[in-house]
């Protein structure tokens, strides 16, 4: 709760912080709140279950490892963001404070004992999201991206409190446990279809949040044409917090309609492992690429929502959020460094980086690894724990299919490393300018990334 | 505590590489791996006549899922990482005749992948291994990818494609086995991946038969058995050679020791299902591949080739599920070792020289070059498994052990020993006797530094040859023991 409070009050004095003359102080700022919040947030696991607002808002230790992931990933990011800093750039504080807002909506929606607080949490969110989307205003492609991403997301806000309403309709109660009492009640097994046809709606409009197939076709025009600062932050954060609220609605919630809704999850899972895996082998663009690897991941998320599993899924949810979240901030933070300086997003844009940035091929390379679940890398125990959780239902046809879409993810994953060690150089290419402060980031982000497939013992049991 | 110091010593030896440069890089890569070997030939002295639960260390790695850091050595793992040990600083000394660029990487992926190749002879735990199989194919792939020939791009993506999703399917395999330790729908933290819960465990002979597959995958594209050889000609010969002596020399090995480690006795029932079939792919990978091998230009083609011919004949062994069998494919996979490395680094040299690999443009090198005809013919004869030489051990019990099987296979597998004879030495006689062609009249002499990468590996040929007995004590209860378990 205190993370909540300070984000939202940093990101209103960070507004007028923009009044300054020069905007060098915004980012380390920034960053110092961050690592304040992610303090105040780790208090708060020693705290154990408070509720606020009327039990609006729980936060336990589900929430605050949450927190922790996407606390963790904006502070990661962040200082990606140096382009901007550098170049003046005129609505920046507009941007840091949309970002921190854009937090408090992911907090909320891990915190959320409360449909409406869901609903407003995933608003916050997605609005700030919405403005991020087109900060490169003088660019069609952020333009484009920008109202596609809020035409879209508007629509799917409406199905979403359409399908909360009548859910509210059917059972009276906005609160979860309430809800899940309500539906597991052997007295109301004869449900109305408004219940049903109001879980359906929820159920596609966080798909739709979360960018999973077959609501998923506004994620590559949006996450190409976005500022890759951006897209990193909307392919981690957004994700992340989706999936956690997406898990305490569909247990607490949901539960005791499983028969219900599983079916409609399962093969939201398979056609989302089908369609990012072959849609991003497709690709010619990194960025876009990334994309679909990121409607992929959200396949492999699904699959620990299917095993429906109260510990084996949160652990795997959790354990993946983090392991993809790193790998995935790295591997934009590298090609975002690249892309501005050489003014291409292609494959072979990233030729022969070895050879001008050992640094940033090493740490490209780690993030694909990651990406691809290699051992040695926090991506693999992030599918392993995944993986396992489904096998342990009984989900074994569900597994291979989604091993075999990871064979298919090694093609795509390797193809920027392939680039970046053995094309070469493009034309006219310069060394490409990193910051110290970045190259110590990456480093950190690259650590992170080993450490998280050769000790998961430090976080798997967490939850 | 050993096991774990021949572990981690070659990551810290290849992280401290990036501090070094030129000649400093060199002692430093050396030196480690020498220490190493050292190390590693001490375990071997104290593990003699012993069985198992040698220099075991277990700690918990993912508690929550059962999953342990659990390593050791038996006669079996200690006689490979000695293998490995011992090729890694001859391959080091022979990448240092060699220009390459940015050398100390080069030199710290060796001894990275080091670490993968003695964690898999040591692992204990079923992902553990998976996680060290995983670990040795990076580096190689970038050793190969990074310093290979023209068409490296495409040539490492195939071989790593291949290679990682044969594995992927032995992951699926585990992970199956894993869920059946421990009680039935249990918490992952009662399931256990110790390899000796999957050796207790009673699967159905149905289980058995898939479970045998999705394992055998991995091994099968890793060794390679036909056919899922086809990455393996273009790899050897498109990479540096480091990469092909650590493909060939010790990469191979990977699959062989995991057949007889963590399938044989893992599906039992599986095994004696499919063993007619896998016999019968190894024999036609023995005659295949000789017989392509016999038809090649390029010397380290054939080579490969004959490295894909001599492979089957050790799978053809160890599937005929004899002591003897099981036996000779140990000693022949380290005589293949040596052989393998000594030929292809004697390729190099000549390429090296005279800018060709072609058969046909050389010719007529003995006269210049008595010490590289001397060393390049043992180590060829080896390979040729001529009496008093490493190859021959290995091949004779290994026939042996097949024959004990099926009498027909082991005639037909046996054709491997004169089909080797007539490529070996044709490319011999191609190669270092005739007249002389442009290329070749210049050529010089193998330098002191190109003989101390020889010599070790000529003494070892002698040695296996003629005292297999060093080798075959370490093993022999190890095997004995993996047989009981088979055929339990």
């Not at chain 2, 990448?95 to 990275?112: D, H, I, Q, W």
């Not at chain 2, 060393?375 to 004869?381: A, H, K």
């Not at chain 2, 007995?469 to 993996?482: D, G, K, R, Y």
Request: proline share 3%; glycine share 8%.
């Amino acid at each position: 709760m205190t993370s909540l409070i300070i984000l939202s009050v940093f990101g209103i004095i960070n507004l007028f912080l923009g009044f300054l003359r020069s905007n060098k102080l915004l980012m380390p700022l920034a960053m110092l709140v961050l690592v304040i919040v992610f303090g105040a947030n780790a208090y708060d696991w020693s705290l154990g279950t408070q509720s606020f607002f009327s039990e609006m808002l729980v936060v336990d230790r589900y929430t605050v490892a949450f927190t922790g992931i996407v606390v963790l990933t904006t502070l990661l990011l962040l200082p990606f963001s140096e382009k901007y800093v550098r170049e003046g750039e005129a609505n920046l504080a507009e941007y840091y404070s949309l970002l921190l807002f854009a937090l408090v909506g992911a907090i909320m929606m891990v915190a959320y004992n409360n449909m409406l607080m869901l609903f407003i949490g995933i608003e916050i969110l997605s609005i700030s999201m919405y403005v991020v989307a087109g900060a490169d205003k003088r660019n069609a492609r952020s333009n484009e991206a920008a109202l596609k991403y809020f035409l879209m997301g508007a629509f799917a806000t409406g199905i979403l409190l359409f399908g909360v309403a009548l859910v509210y309709g059917a059972t009276g109660t906005f609160y979860l446990s309430q809800l899940g009492a309500a539906i597991a009640n052997p007295a109301n097994a004869e449900f109305t279809p408004m219940l049903y046809i109001g879980i359906l709606l929820i159920i596609i409009g966080i798909s739709f949040k979360v960018g999973a197939a077959p609501f998923h076709f506004w994620t590559p025009d949006v996450y190409e044409g976005s500022p890759t600062f951006f897209t990193a932050y909307m392919s981690t954060v957004v994700k992340t917090a989706g999936f956690a609220a997406f898990f305490k609605l569909l247990l607490v919630g949901f539960g005791g309609a499983q028969s219900f809704w599983m079916p409609t999850v399962l093969a939201i899972t398979i056609l989302t492992l089908l369609i990012g895996n072959l849609g991003a082998v497709a690709q010619t663009s990194v960025k876009r690429m990334l994309a679909y690897s990121s409607i992929s991941h959200a396949g492999y998320l699904f699959i620990a929502l299917v095993a429906f599993d109260q510990n084996l899924s949160a652990n795997g949810i959790f354990f993946y959020s983090l392991a993809y979240s790193v790998a995935t901030v790295s591997a934009f933070a590298v090609l975002k460094l690249v892309a501005d300086q050489r003014q291409r997003e292609d494959y072979d844009g990233l030729g022969g980086l070895y050879r001008t940035n050992p640094l940033l091929a090493g740490c490209l390379t780690i993030s694909m690894l990651s990406l691809a679940g290699i051992p040695l890398t926090g991506g693999f125990f992030g599918k392993f724990f995944v993986f396992s959780a489904a096998v342990s239902q009984g989900y074994i046809g569900l597994v291979v299919f989604a091993l075999v879409m990871s064979m298919v993810s090694i093609y795509y994953y390797l193809r920027p490393v392939i680039a970046a060690y053995l094309r070469p150089l493009p034309v006219n290419a310069q060394p490409v300018y990193v910051s110290s402060f970045q190259s110590v980031m990456l480093v950190v982000l690259a650590i992170l990334t080993v450490v998280l497939g050769v000790l998961p013992g430090l976080v798997s049991g967490l939850l | 505590m050993l096991t774990v110091f021949l572990l981690l010593w070659p990551v810290a030896a290849a992280l401290l590489l990036h501090f070094f440069k030129g000649g400093a890089a060199r002692v430093v890569a050396l030196g480690a791996a020498l220490v190493e070997l050292a190390v590693a030939a001490f375990a071997a002295v104290v593990s003699r006549g012993n069985v198992s639960g040698q220099f075991d260390v277990n700690y918990q790695w993912v508690a929550s899922a059962g999953i342990n850091f659990h390593v050791g050595m038996d006669g079996l793992s200690v006689l490979l990482v000695l293998l490995t040990t011992f090729l890694v600083p001859v391959i080091l000394l022979a990448a240092f005749r060699r220009e390459y660029e940015n050398p100390s990487s080069l030199y710290a992926l060796v001894l990275f992948m080091q670490t993968g190749l003695v964690g898999v002879f040591v692992s204990l735990d079923a992902f553990l291994f998976y996680f060290f199989w995983e670990v040795a194919l990076i580096p190689i792939y970038f050793i190969a990818g990074v310093w290979g020939g023209e068409r490296r791009v495409q040539v490492t993506f195939k071989f790593f494609l291949y290679t990682i999703i044969g594995s992927l399917f032995m992951l699926a395999g585990f992970v199956y086995l894993y869920f059946q330790t421990g009680p039935a729908a249990s918490g992952l933290a009662q399931h256990t991946s110790e390899l000796s819960a999957f050796y207790n465990l009673n699967l159905s002979s149905s289980e058995q038969s898939w479970l045998f597959w999705l394992i055998f995958a991995a091994f099968a594209v890793k060794m390679p058995i036909f056919p899922f050889h086809t990455w393996q000609p273009d790899t050897y010969t498109e990479s540096p050679t480091v990469a092909t002596m650590l493909l060939s020399g010790i990469m191979l090995k990977m699959g062989v020791y995991g057949v007889m480690r963590w399938l044989l006795p893992v599906v039992p029932y599986g095994v004696s299902q499919w063993q007619p079939l896998v016999l019968i792919l190894s024999v036609i990978g023995i005659v295949y591949g000789a017989i392509i091998a016999i038809r090649q230009q390029d010397i380290k083609r054939l080579i490969a080739y004959s490295s894909f011919s001599h492979v089957g004949l050790m799978a053809a062994g160890i599937f005929s599920l004899t002591q003897t069998g099981m036996q000779g494919a140990v000693i022949q996979m380290l005589a293949h070792g040596v052989n393998v490395v000594g030929l292809f680094f004697a390729a190099d040299v000549i390429e090296r020289r005279t800018g060709t690999r072609n058969i046909a443009d050389l010719g007529g090198l003995t006269r210049r070059t008595p010490l590289l005809t001397v060393t390049f013919l043992v180590v060829l004869l080896g390979s040729a498994a001529l009496p008093l030489t490493s190859g021959f051990v290995g091949e004779f019990l290994l026939l042996a052990g097949v024959y004990e099987y099926n009498a027909w296979m082991g005639a037909v597998a046996g054709l491997t020993v004169i089909f080797a004879a007539v490529y070996l030495l044709r490319m011999f006689q191609r190669v270092m006797l005739g007249p002389d062609s442009s290329f070749t009249s210049t050529i010089t002499d193998l330098s002191g530094a190109e003989l101390a990468v020889m010599v070790p590996l000529v003494v070892l040929v002698f040695w296996i040859g003629l005292f297999p007995n060093t080798f075959l004590h370490i093993s022999e209860p190890a095997v004995m023991q993996l047989l009981n378990i088979v055929k339990r």
